[in-house]
């Protein structure tokens, strides 16, 4: 169930062969098969023998969903994990008064749901579209039983959950050793340009895309939107940082490596 929202489904019939693009109300390239997808090689869960991909493709269903969608709820009964194949999804968790905190942001090729599927407990966040995604849902049972006859999947889930762990771990502490609001911020980009920057051409300072809005960041690192947009207008009055379009680059590591010193 996506709760109060229009989805898409398409039934799979291990379809082998070249993604065809069809046409979706959200103007999403949908990948009908697994076998075909251009992140095989690319993502931990889908770099995967071909053998293991189809029986994996056998178990799926694939459907369309809108930016907002709600895969599933905090709270809620495990009923399967969701492989993202277009888009991306925010996992949040939310306080009784309403307050939201980013867990993290799932990108093509991961796979959300996958603790509380594993565990049998209650899915820990609520998963929503934060733009228009494809995703392959996988029943509970049917994942279960597929990672008990395949051993090289299990290896990639135990590997998973240990990257949840750590990027738990990361959320700690931003929320628990980070001591002013400048710190805060210069902990996540240092760790964002660390974790996922490339390198521009004769230029090796540390870059990244960035993908989240200062809304999504402050609830990543439990500030407000405005104190993240004053924050990021002061780093980059001291020249710490540049923004060119989506990419951030770090001008000043030092510099920012220094908050953290003295916060």
Do not use: W
Request: contains cysteine; aromatic residues 6%; charged residues 25%.
């Amino acid at each position: 169930m996506v709760y109060g929202l229009r989805v898409i489904p398409r039934k799979k019939q291990g379809i082998i062969g070249a993604a065809r693009a069809m046409k979706t109300p959200y103007g999403l390239q949908v990948i009908e098969s697994c076998l075909s997808c251009p992140l095989l090689k690319d993502r931990l869960f889908c770099n995967l023998p071909p053998k293991v991909i189809q029986a994996l493709d056998d178990i799926s269903s694939t459907a369309t969903y809108p930016k907002g969608a709600v895969l599933f709820v905090e709270g809620q009964q495990p009923r399967g994990v969701f492989v993202i194949c277009n888009g991306r999804v925010k996992l949040s968790a939310s306080s009784a008064d309403g307050k939201s905190l980013i867990l993290r942001i799932a990108d093509p090729g991961e796979v959300v749901g996958l603790p509380g599927t594993m565990s049998g407990k209650a899915y820990e966040a609520t998963a929503e579209a934060i733009e228009p995604i494809q995703a392959n849902f996988i029943p509970r049972s049917d994942f279960l039983q597929f990672l008990k006859e395949h051993g090289e999947a299990a290896v990639r889930v135990a590997e998973i959950l240990s990257n949840i762990l750590h990027a738990t771990y990361q959320e700690v502490r931003y929320l628990g050793l980070s001591g002013s609001a400048a710190e805060k911020l210069a902990r996540f980009l240092l760790d964002l340009t660390t974790e996922t920057a490339g390198r521009g051409e004769g230029d090796s300072r540390p870059r990244v895309t960035l993908t989240l809005t200062h809304e999504e960041i402050a609830e990543t690192v439990g500030l407000s939107r405005e104190t993240v947009t004053r924050l990021f207008g002061d780093f980059k009055r001291k020249r710490l940082i540049e923004i060119r379009g989506s990419t951030l680059i770090i001008s000043n590591k030092n510099a920012l490596e220094k908050i953290l010193e003295t916060s």
